[in-house]
């Protein structure tokens, strides 16, 4: 079954204490070494006048961001919609076909080297979305580290229609 991250967006205070647990979980710096560049949270704080909600990809199964890759860097496995690094161009196809907004295009330092021989770093531009906290054994960093229990994981199985009763 896919997981995906969801939210009760009455309860969000806004503080973004997601966003730094998910940037954090993605980083190989410590929070007081990160510059705003370094920065690149997975989840995002969406606020209007005094409402906030936290917004995160929600692991579509058709997947339009997967569809529309045209290189195959995002793949759609049995547990998440995932994004392979490697194969990615940084076309942005992904953006205009995700229908919630929640995919990214952020620039990160890699090394580059022809025959070998190092030549130096570049910028290189990827595609990043939600993973779920793939790496992290414990779950999504972001869902831990909400101090007003917003965020919650919820299987495929457990999302239901408004209005619609589960029958045991």
Do not use: W
């Amino acid at each position: 079954m896919k997981k995906r991250i969801a939210a009760n967006p009455g309860r969000c205070i806004g503080c973004r204490t997601c966003e730094i647990a998910c940037a954090l979980a993605h980083s190989e710096l410590r929070i007081e070494d990160m510059t705003a560049s370094d920065f690149k949270a997975r989840v995002a704080i969406l606020k209007y006048e005094d409402i906030s909600t936290p917004v995160a990809c929600r692991q579509c199964e058709d997947a339009p961001c997967a569809a529309a890759c045209p290189c195959g860097a995002i793949v759609v496995n049995s547990e998440s919609v995932t994004v392979l690094r490697h194969k990615c161009i940084g076309c942005k196809a992904c953006i205009m076909a995700c229908p919630y907004g929640v995919m990214r295009v952020t620039s990160h330092r890699v090394r580059r080297t022809v025959c070998g021989k190092p030549l130096g770093y570049s910028q290189k531009a990827l595609a990043q979305k939600c993973d779920l906290c793939a790496s992290v054994p414990e779950g999504p960093s972001c869902v831990r580290a909400c101090p007003t229990n917003v965020l919650f994981v919820v299987e495929d199985e457990t999302v239901q229609p408004a209005g619609t009763v589960a029958f045991q």
